[in-house]
């Protein structure tokens, strides 16, 4: 048994898995949202206080890990942990505290992982040009591919939690904030290039399967009834106007939406919406299994 923690802006992941002759099986995989960014936009530090409780978590789920019987555990970390003007001490702290060396991945690597992911489990090896697209809470990786392989992939410095600091989209939200927001991702967008253009979007992370939650009204969450499933871009501005509308408070209690990520759903959600409209495609594939499957695959076939 491997496990393997995943640390993100907005969250850690907890995972356990194993290779039984041919097949894969993952035993655990599980999420804790900690906001390890909280104030990083501003401050480009991350604070004492979003540090001890997201080693308060890591050294929860390392214990259930052992307890699991995981003779290898791996740590890994990512857009946060790579631009942080205090990563270094950050990430000191981080190993020694849950005795584990801490691998920061670069935005290729996340890339590749999240590519990985999405075409193994949502078997798209055989597909033509595809995007998918990670959009976590710090940073977005998109990666262009064709019959399983990677053609192109950059990681572009914008997420949820960031986007949500930058234009306070955590209270509700004007019309005219929410056209300045698109402006600004779309600008930051540009780089995806319409020679990638492809004839299937899958979108990975926590914002797109909030919003596959949310819109099919899953209480509780249910991966099974997420992972494949498929967002129109009717739905997802129809949803992005309703939480406009609402402050944190009232988000809360929408079904679908864990109320520790309600604070920044919106931005979720306006980033995914400007990806669409880029992509020219009026609907997205929802995959659940995030960079973290990519990796573990790749931890099991060394």
């Given at each position: 048994?491997?496990?393997?923690?995943?640390?993100?802006?907005?969250?850690?992941?907890?995972?356990?898995?194993?290779?039984?002759?041919?097949?894969?099986?993952?035993?655990?995989?599980?999420?804790?949202?900690?906001?390890?960014?909280?104030?990083?936009?501003?401050?480009?530090?991350?604070?004492?206080?979003?540090?001890?409780?997201?080693?308060?978590?890591?050294?929860?789920?390392?214990?259930?890990?052992?307890?699991?019987?995981?003779?290898?555990?791996?740590?890994?970390?990512?857009?946060?942990?790579?631009?942080?003007?205090?990563?270094?001490?950050?990430?000191?702290?981080?190993?020694?505290?849950?005795?584990?060396?801490?691998?920061?991945?670069?935005?290729?690597?996340?890339?590749?992982?999240?590519?990985?992911?999405?075409?193994?489990?949502?078997?798209?090896?055989?597909?033509?040009?595809?995007?998918?697209?990670?959009?976590?809470?710090?940073?977005?990786?998109?990666?262009?591919?064709?019959?399983?392989?990677?053609?192109?992939?950059?990681?572009?410095?914008?997420?949820?939690?960031?986007?949500?600091?930058?234009?306070?989209?955590?209270?509700?939200?004007?019309?005219?904030?929410?056209?300045?927001?698109?402006?600004?991702?779309?600008?930051?967008?540009?780089?995806?290039?319409?020679?990638?253009?492809?004839?299937k979007l899958v979108v990975i992370g926590g914002s797109a399967t909030t919003v596959s939650a949310m819109i099919q009204?899953?209480?509780?969450?249910?991966?099974?009834?997420?992972?494949?499933?498929?967002?129109?871009?009717?739905?997802?501005?129809?949803?992005?106007?309703?939480?406009?509308?609402?402050?944190?408070?009232?988000?809360?209690?929408?079904?679908?939406?864990?109320?520790?990520?309600?604070?920044?759903?919106?931005?979720?959600?306006?980033?995914?919406?400007?990806?669409?409209?880029?992509?020219?495609?009026?609907?997205?594939?929802?995959?659940?299994?995030?960079?973290r499957y990519g990796y573990a695959y790749s931890m099991m076939e060394e």
């Amino acid at each position: 048994m491997k496990g393997l923690l995943e640390i993100g802006t907005n969250s850690i992941k907890c995972m356990a898995f194993r290779r039984v002759e041919d097949k894969f099986e993952f035993v655990v995989d599980k999420q804790v949202i900690t906001q390890l960014g909280e104030g990083y936009l501003k401050s480009a530090l991350i604070s004492k206080e979003a540090l001890s409780r997201t080693c308060k978590e890591l050294k929860k789920a390392k214990k259930e890990l052992l307890d699991l019987g995981c003779q290898e555990i791996d740590l890994i970390g990512t857009m946060i942990l790579r631009r942080a003007e205090n990563r270094e001490i950050v990430v000191k702290q981080i190993s020694e505290d849950l005795g584990l060396e801490l691998k920061v991945l670069t935005g290729e690597e996340e890339a590749q992982y999240s590519f990985k992911a999405a075409v193994r489990t949502l078997a798209l090896e055989g597909d033509e040009k595809i995007l998918v697209v990670d959009s976590g809470g710090g940073s977005s990786e998109a990666i262009f591919g064709e019959k399983g392989k990677i053609l192109h992939a950059q990681s572009i410095d914008i997420g949820a939690v960031t986007l949500t600091e930058k234009f306070n989209l955590d209270n509700v939200v004007s019309h005219e904030i929410i056209m300045s927001c698109e402006q600004y991702v779309n600008r930051v967008f540009t780089t995806l290039d319409k020679e990638y253009q492809c004839s299937k979007l899958v979108v990975i992370g926590g914002s797109a399967t909030t919003v596959s939650a949310m819109i099919q009204e899953l209480d509780p969450y249910d991966s099974t009834k997420v992972q494949g499933s498929i967002v129109a871009m009717e739905q997802l501005f129809e949803l992005q106007d309703k939480v406009a509308n609402l402050t944190t408070e009232q988000r809360k209690e929408l079904v679908g939406l864990s109320p520790k990520r309600a604070n920044i759903i919106l931005g979720g959600i306006i980033i995914i919406g400007c990806i669409l409209d880029r992509s020219n495609i009026r609907e997205m594939i929802v995959c659940d299994r995030g960079l973290r499957y990519g990796y573990a695959y790749s931890m099991m076939e060394e």
